[in-house]
Structures are given as structure tokens and as C-alpha cells.
């Protein structure tokens, strides 16, 4: 079977088993989407906002330093959306039609279904996302203060731009 045809399965299997879910999206960590069944939202805009929040939520988790990045949920007045890490290089998105009862089952058969749709995904070679998640974040960059710029690369007193003549 198929790498496409397994992911597709998972997904499928999930919906059926958790009526809450109204829709999945599985998208690189780039942001691209790679599959999705959600009928009335915009999947591709939804596959990159999730790598921002992804990407946002573990970032935080770096910092903090208080173990390693599990899901980033959003939970609105009429439900919720959760991304988890699927494999190295995909997430898996889920967007419930409302706040789910048991948000922890919900998680946990999220999580095994992410492990299983990403382990297929990493086996079948060629990268899904345009980073792995663990290359996803460089150094944050450190500012320079201006009183270290040489005096040409610094601000003039006096402005550069003039208004053309009418």
C-alpha cells in the first residue's frame, strides 16, 4: 500500500472514531498541504497558519526549556483547532466543531494517529515540509546598537529625501 493511501486511511479513521472532528489537515512544517478533508474552510491558508502556530508554540517551548513540544491548540467559542507534530518534516491539524468533552482522549489518539501518518510519511523519502522540525528554528538574531554601526551605515541628522518640485 501506498504511502497516500495509508495517511489517507489514518485520517479517515480518526474522523469516523471521533464524531467532534470536523475536518483534518496534513501539511509540511513549510506550510504546504499535502492532503486535507476540511469541506468549507480554506485548507491551504489553514496548512500555513498551522505551521506558524507550530513553529510559534515551539519556539516557546525551547525557551521555557520545560520538555519537548507535544501540540499548540486554539480554542474558540465554537471549537478548537490542534496541530501536532507528525513525523519529522509534516503536521497533522485537527478542527473540532466544538470544544471537545474529553480533550485528552482527543489528544491522545491524535498523537498516535500523527506518530503513525508521519512515520509513513518519513519512510517514504523526499522531504514533505522545506525544513525537519528539529532544523526548523536557527539562533535567534542579536541586535547591534547603533552606537557600534561605523558613522556612515548610522542615521544623518539631516534628511536624505526631498519633496519633488511641482
Known amino acids: 500500500m501506498d504511502a497516500d493511501t495509508v495517511v489517507g486511511t489514518e485520517l479517515r479513521g480518526l474522523r469516523r472514531r471521533r464524531p467532534e472532528i470536523a475536518g483534518t489537515v496534513l501539511a509540511g512544517t513549510d506550510g504546504l498541504l499535502i492532503s486535507s478533508d476540511l469541506p468549507s474552510t480554506d485548507a491551504t491558508h489553514l496548512a500555513?497558519?498551522?505551521?506558524?502556530?507550530?513553529?510559534?508554540?515551539?519556539?516557546?517551548?525551547?525557551?521555557?526549556?520545560?520538555?519537548?513540544?507535544?501540540?499548540?491548540?486554539?480554542?474558540?467559542?465554537?471549537?478548537?483547532?490542534v496541530t501536532y507534530p507528525a513525523g519529522r518534516t509534516a503536521l497533522l491539524t485537527l478542527v473540532t466543531v466544538s470544544a471537545a468533552e474529553d480533550l485528552?482522549?482527543?489528544?491522545?489518539?491524535?498523537?498516535?494517529?500523527?506518530?503513525?501518518?508521519?512515520?509513513?510519511?518519513?519512510?517514504?523519502?523526499?522531504?514533505?515540509?522545506?525544513?525537519?522540525?528539529?532544523?526548523?528554528?536557527?539562533?535567534?538574531?542579536?541586535?547591534?546598537?547603533?552606537?557600534?554601526?561605523?558613522?556612515?551605515?548610522?542615521?544623518?541628522?539631516?534628511?536624505?529625501?526631498?519633496?519633488?518640485?511641482?
Open 104 to 166: 485528552g482522549a482527543l489528544h491522545e489518539e491524535a498523537r498516535a494517529v500523527a506518530r503513525r501518518a508521519g512515520s509513513v510519511l518519513d519512510r517514504r523519502g523526499g522531504a514533505v515540509g522545506a525544513t525537519s522540525i528539529q532544523d526548523a528554528h536557527g539562533p535567534l538574531a542579536v541586535r547591534t546598537p547603533m552606537a557600534t554601526l561605523p558613522a556612515q551605515l548610522r542615521r544623518s541628522s539631516r534628511p536624505t529625501w526631498r519633496r519633488p518640485p511641482i
Open 48 to 81: 500555513a497558519l498551522a505551521a506558524a502556530s507550530f513553529g510559534l508554540g515551539h519556539r516557546v517551548a525551547d525557551t521555557v526549556q520545560r520538555g519537548e513540544f507535544r501540540e499548540s491548540v486554539v480554542c474558540t467559542t465554537a471549537g478548537c483547532v
